[in-house]
Nanobody, 124 residues
Framework: QVQLVESGGGLVQAGDSLRLSCAAS????????MGWFRQAPGKEREFVAA????????YYADSMKGRFTISRDNAKNTVELQMNSLKPEETAVYYC?????????????????WGQGTQVTVSA
């Protein structure tokens, strides 16, 4: 069983940056694809970014390319999401996800494990 714990959320203003972190409980996650998705109240979940186990390949939702950067440190069992130029419409709960079958599964919205989420609020 893999547990994922997110941190780093908070209240920021439009245009600000925020860095989210996700800590995994099991070292086996170093061979998993990992990523982030978000969900705003009353809306469907939305893929944000994913990264392969090696960290060599990353995937982003179109609206986040160039502003968000996903990275991982397998030695620490962590994955991070750097978010720049945040917009009010990006207010949501951000969830960390992992899948042993790889980052493409997360990109498709199929998560094997996910955390409790961290709230990101962007004020206008």
């Amino acid at each position: 069983q893999v547990q994922l714990v997110e941190s780093g959320g908070g209240l920021v203003q439009a245009g600000d940056s925020l860095r989210l972190s996700c800590a995994a409980s099991a070292r086996t996650v170093s061979s998993y694809g990992m990523g982030w998705f978000r969900q705003a109240p009353g809306k469907e979940r939305e893929f944000v970014a994913a990264i392969t186990w090696s960290g060599l390949t990353t995937y982003y939702a179109d609206s986040m390319k160039g502003r968000f950067t996903i990275s991982r440190d397998n030695a620490k069992n962590t994955v991070e999401l750097q978010m720049n130029s945040l917009k009010p419409e990006e207010t949501a709960v951000y969830y960390c996800a992992a899948h042993r079958a790889g980052a493409r599964m997360i990109r498709l919205g199929v998560d094997e494990y996910w955390g409790q989420g961290t709230q990101v609020t962007v004020s206008a």
